[in-house]
């Protein structure tokens, strides 16, 4: 079950602030609630992963995680999300854009407390610097994990020094959330799996002096993210596979 956000402090600023109107309306929000769950064969069950989770090995049913989509505004008022670009000697998905976070631990008392440690162990974000305001319907991968984004703002900005782990993190980054609703810089790449055909979104994505491929999971989650956050549609058609919501 997804468990609600922290009961942290709440950071307070003027209502006119459009961060701090945006909470106000993210703490409201109720995920849908989720498909009803469908029978899988034996060869599912067994289906060794296909080329958008070719790195991810085989985990137990029950294992679980969670990712922190940390939103602040930029210089130009707009809103961004914190990324990063996964360090090439990790043995699952080397050098590929990710959301920070991570496997549940033991000690971990919830989806909140996983996001925010990991965050913390990846990218140096100390969990005082933002407000968890909801969290969104966790997704299914088909190696048997459930992944559990947690949605969360970064008021200061400046507050936070990003501060990578090499063993992870190669490179922190940002973008803005409005282009995963956009169709520009898109690209859709056809898969198929267990005779279900399906779309991945991939969005380019350029900085001063690096380019970046957002795509598969980490496009789906913030393509919902900023559909939540914008209230409409993305301008394309998504056509993401069923067992991500199963």
Request: glycine share 6%; aromatic share 8%.
């Amino acid at each position: 079950m997804t468990t609600p956000p922290s009961r942290a402090p709440l950071l307070t600023l003027p209502d006119s602030h459009g961060l701090a109107a945006l909470a106000r309306r993210l703490r409201c929000y109720k995920p849908p609630p989720p498909p009803p769950p469908s029978r899988k064969t034996d060869r599912q069950q067994h289906e060794t992963p296909g080329s958008s989770e070719k790195s991810v090995g085989r985990r137990p049913k029950s294992w679980r995680a969670a990712v922190l989509i940390c939103l602040f505004e930029g210089d130009d008022g707009s809103l961004r999300v914190l990324l990063t670009k996964r360090a090439s000697t990790l043995s699952i998905n080397p050098g590929e854009v990710s959301l920070p976070g991570g496997k549940q631990d033991e000690g971990d008392a919830d989806d909140v407390a996983t996001a925010l440690r990991e965050a913390k162990e990846e990218i140096g974000l100390d969990p005082s610097l933002v407000e968890v305001v909801t969290v969104l319907q966790p997704y299914a991968t088909r190696v048997g994990i459930t992944l559990v984004p947690v949605v969360s703002i970064l008021f200061d900005k400046n507050a936070y020094r990003p501060a990578p782990s090499p063993a992870e993190v190669e490179v922190i980054f940002d973008a803005p959330l409005e282009m995963f609703l956009q169709d520009r810089n898109r690209r859709a790449e056809e898969a198929e799996w267990m005779g279900e055909k399906y779309l991945l979104q991939h969005f380019d994505y350029q900085t001063a002096d690096k380019k970046y491929d957002i795509f598969g999971l980490t496009a789906a989650i913030l393509i919902r993210v900023a559909s939540v956050v914008y209230q409409r549609l993305p301008a394309f058609t998504e056509g993401s596979p069923k067992f991500w919501h199963s």
